[in-house]
Nanobody, 126 residues
């Protein structure tokens, strides 16, 4: 059974940094894309970043110069390093994995992902 567990969220001030982690279990994920989405109160869940099985990366435009997605296949873990955080980054952050390996479709579409973590809250105060 696939399980994704996020950690690393918290309350920070604008300009601070956080690193989120997503520990995956239930299968070997080295051949799977992994992604981060976020959902702010009253808003739809939106794509933040993804990393393909071949380590290509994709970002939401508003975070491209501030966030970095990475993965450690030996640990079945993906990370999201978030620098220069802004109040508009406040949201619950979710990691997600598609159902099939070697996925190379529309990383930005949440419907492409079958497995989700429970989320971790990130709050950025101004």
């Amino acid at each position: 059974q696939v399980q994704l567990v996020e950690s690393g969220g918290g309350l920070v001030q604008a300009g601070d940094s956080l690193r989120l982690s997503c520990a995956a279990s239930g299968r070997t994920f080295s051949n799977y894309a992994m992604a981060w989405f976020r959902q702010a109160p009253g808003k739809e869940r939106e794509f933040v970043a993804a990393i393909s099985w071949s380590h290509n990366t994709y970002y939401l435009d508003s975070v491209k110069d501030r966030f970095t997605i990475s993965r450690d296949n030996a640990k079945n873990t993906e990370y999201l390093q978030m620098n220069n955080l802004k109040p508009e980054d406040t949201a619950v952050y979710y990691c997600a994995v598609p159902n099939f390996p070697y996925y190379n479709g529309n990383y930005y579409n949440l419907r492409e992902y079958n497995y989700w973590g429970q989320g971790t809250q990130v709050t950025v105060s101004s």
